[in-house]
């Protein structure tokens, strides 16, 4: 199947970008994780442990943050997102709300 949006009410969050697949998704905390939206969105990925522990989710972020809960075991290398066990950071209270910054990310079943 090819990606698509997710089933349900569209999320309110920050834009998710999966470079390789072309597909942007408005980030909501329904999903657990970036790889729990990737799923929803039938993007291909890879994941094993789906904890932080393995690193077959990792995935090169090309632009924005994201958080981690539950931490990694240990902390993937610059400029690349363990997706399995990461979302985009909540939004600072203070000023307007934005949907910005984009987040994107490669799909990690695509890697080169
Ligand atoms: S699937 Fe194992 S660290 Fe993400």
Redesign the pocket.
């Known amino acids: 199947m090819a990606p698509h949006q997710p089933p349900g009410e569209p999320g309110t969050g920050p834009l998710i970008t999966f470079a390789r697949s072309g597909l942007t998704v408005a980030w909501s905390p329904r999903h657990r994780s970036l790889?729990d939206l990737a799923d929803a969105c039938d993007v291909p990925t890879?994941?094993?442990?789906?904890?932080?522990?393995?690193?077959?989710?990792?995935t090169p972020l090309l632009s924005g943050d994201v958080e981690y809960a539950p931490d990694?075991?240990e902390p993937p290398p610059a400029g690349q997102a363990?997706?399995?066990?990461s979302r985009p950071p909540p939004r600072r209270r203070a000023g307007p709300v934005r949907r910005d910054p984009r987040h994107t990310c490669c799909q990690s079943g695509h890697r080169p």
């Open positions: 790889l890879r994941w094993s442990c789906r904890t932080g522990v393995c690193h077959t989710c990792r990694p075991l363990l997706i399995c066990c």
